[in-house]
């Protein structure tokens, strides 16, 4: 049987590295004509480079564009339909991490993050989603978290932007079963994953623990990141084929999904008594 996503077109948002590259190297395997999209022209041209090597005569358009800054993303998608004529898939998946408390971190740093982790995906979606409503078929598929599901300590704008994603993305869903059936909307939610978010995030003063920001980073890489990019993107994208409205990535996000559902408010107690 065909896949759904050969020959179709995809744009990608942080294709430069981690789950935004492996998404991309996924969906040129199945045949996919892509859109690629990152802030680091560097990491998007390895990217190009890797799918070039594996797949040969892929289609591969890459452009650098800052996800928050609106009017970047408005002209990458007239690029992207210009380009290919159609537009299928947009996958906002640009994100950044901070770890801080909610008194260390200061407006810049909410700014910051809400900039790229919140208003990327609405600026990603606004952007291509009359081109999607256009094609035969069309899908949204927005990058929350693990977070999006449940709260931690140390991590209130990193939660915030996740939370957002996913009610943004559950709001928008519900608009297009009332409007446009030819159009899904998946929420994603990855636990750990082996990506450089850790390495590459900003870390200031934190409640509950002592451990510097290289102590934590190891301990994020060499326990609690048990799924590669690689995994995590063969789950969305089968998500994708699937139409599944909720992507959960890894054991770790469907256990605690579960917690939350049976504790809502409990869990939140268990994670204050077993900080370290």
Sequence with gaps: MTHKLNNAVIAITGAGS???RALALQSARLGARLALSDIGEQSLQETKGLIEKECGQAEVLCS?????????????????KDHYGEVNVIINNAGVALAASVEATEHEDFEW???????GV??????FLPFLKEASWGHVVNISSLFGLISIPNQSAYNAAKFAVRGFSESLRIEML????TVHVSCVHPGGIKTNIANAGRFKDQVGTQDSPEKQ???????????????????????????????????DAKLLDIIQRFI???YQNLIA????
């Design 18 to 20: 981690g789950i935004g």
């Design 64 to 80: 650098v564009v800052n996800v928050a800054e609106k009017q970047q993303m408005v002209s990458w998608a007239q690029q992207v």
């Design 113 to 119: 993050l809400m900039s790229i982790n919140f208003w």
């Design 122 to 127: 609405v600026n990603g979606t606004k952007a």
């Design 178 to 181: 009332l409007s446009n059936k």
């Design 217 to 251: 980073k190891k301990e994020f890489n060499d326990h609690l990141a048990r799924t590669t990019a690689i995994q995590a993107a063969d789950i969305i994208i089968k998500g994708i084929n699937k139409n599944k409205p909720r992507i959960l990535v890894g054991g």
């Design 264 to 266: 809502p408010s409990g």
């Design 273 to 276: 008594r077993f900080m370290p």
